[in-house]
């Protein structure tokens, strides 16, 4: 049976365990959306994960909707993630990119020129939006043409011919937390009447399009893709979310896509039964899960199948050592919290100042 330290194949890399970092945005990119100067020693400190997949970075320009997130569309995107790969795989790790596109979340102040955000339908989703000159209403998103989605899956395969050359060891599409994909995939967000909405085929034909836009790039062996059944936003509904996403992971299983990170339900709504262990029977790859996991539910998850791997979030931001503390410790291991103040702030604080465990440090 295999525990959290049995190796994973994972397509043509093996994963040394399977305690993985979740994709984390850090708001720490420079102002033309590079990654910033700490960004190589921040990921090389958490390369005793089985698999990184990096903070969400943006496939273009008119992606972005939060303040300092990193993109991967120029050379100079490249060059600066090299940096941070060759960091991570000096010190024995492996990164994947999580390619990203907001849709309606973003804001005009992030748009070039100021333009509306797009999306599939012109439905505002309510809120905030945290700008650079401080939080402001979200807007009514412009709905996209159909002649111009030809255009953003094109971003997406840039995107990926750009990770490749920044040496990453794969992409993970991130088609979760109510962002483009996934704004297209559900009916409470896409009222289109074309080739991209209306029925469940039509729905997941953005988010497949992107995903082979992507495999021509990669390979199927070397693509991920992230989902959230039971939803991060409740703003992105969908009225049948067993049925939506029955089809999505089934239809990525036939792409063949290496993994699919399933998030679980995060509260205790009516979505609770939504478990990564739902779809388990219709992925072909690798099952990654995450949110909110411990030692023992992700020890307990592995052994029985339920999922391969398992991502941490938080506790990988105020525990760069967090496998090397499970292997260490077990269940005892001593876990720092973390500082949610310093989540999207700028500098070293909350960043690369969280130490390792010293090699003498007791059991929790
Ligand atoms: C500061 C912060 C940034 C996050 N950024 C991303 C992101 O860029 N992409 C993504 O898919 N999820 C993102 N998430 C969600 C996490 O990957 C993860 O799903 C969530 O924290 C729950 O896992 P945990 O309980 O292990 O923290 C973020 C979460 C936090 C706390």
Request: overall charge negative; charged content about 35%.
């Given at each position: 049976m295999p525990d959290l330290f049995t190796p994973l194949p994972l397509g043509p890399i093996t994963l040394k365990n399977r305690v993985l970092m979740a994709p984390l945005t850090?708001?720490?990119?420079?102002?033309?959306?590079?990654?910033?100067?700490?960004a190589p020693l921040y990921y090389s400190q958490r390369a005793g994960a089985g698999l990184i997949i990096s903070e969400a970075t943006c496939i273009a320009p008119e992606a972005h909707g939060y303040p300092t997130t990193p993109g991967i569309y120029t050379p100079a995107h490249v060059t600066a993630w090299r940096r941070v790969t060759d960091a991570v795989h000096a010190a024995d790790g492996r990164i994947f990119c999580q390619l990203w596109h907001v849709g309606r979340y973003s804001h005009p102040d992030f748009q070039p020129g100021g333009a509306l955000p797009v999306a599939p339908s012109a439905i505002n989703p309510g809120g905030t939006c945290r700008t650079p000159s401080g939080p402001k209403p979200r807007v009514t998103p412009r709905a996209l043409d159909t002649h111009e989605i030809p255009e953003i899956i094109d971003q997406y395969r840039h995107a990926a011919a750009c990770a490749l050359d920044s040496g990453f060891d794969g992409v993970e599409l991130h088609?979760?937390?109510?962002?483009l994909p996934e704004q297209f995939l559900r009916d409470g967000t896409n009222t289109r009447t074309?080739?991209?909405?209306?029925s469940l085929l039509n729905r997941s034909r953005f988010m497949l399009e992107a995903a082979e836009a992507i495999i021509s790039i990669w390979g199927n062996h070397r693509v991920g893709v992230r989902l959230s059944p039971a939803g991060?936003?409740?703003?992105?509904?969908?009225?049948n979310p067993l049925a939506t996403y029955s089809h999505i992971v089934k239809e990525l299983s036939r792409l063949g896509v290496v993994y699919q990170h399933i998030m679980e339900p995060w509260?205790?709504?009516?979505?609770?039964?939504?478990?990564a262990a739902v779809f388990r029977p219709l992925v072909n790859g690798a099952l990654i899960t995450n949110a909110n996991f411990n030692y023992e539910k992700a020890t307990a998850y592995v052994r029985d199948g339920l999922a391969d791997a398992v991502a941490f979030g938080k506790a990988y931001i105020s525990n760069p050592d967090l496998a090397e503390r499970f292997q260490r410790f077990g269940k005892d291991a001593p876990i720092t919290p973390w500082d949610t103040s310093t989540f999207y702030t700028t500098g070293e604080r909350g960043y690369t100042d969280y130490p390792a465990l010293p090699p003498d440090a007791p059991p929790r």
């Open positions: 850090r708001c720490r990119a420079q102002p033309d959306a590079s990654p910033g100067d700490l088609g979760a937390n109510g962002y074309d080739r991209y909405g209306g991060a936003h409740g703003e992105a509904d969908d009225s509260g205790d709504d009516d979505l609770k039964d939504l478990t």
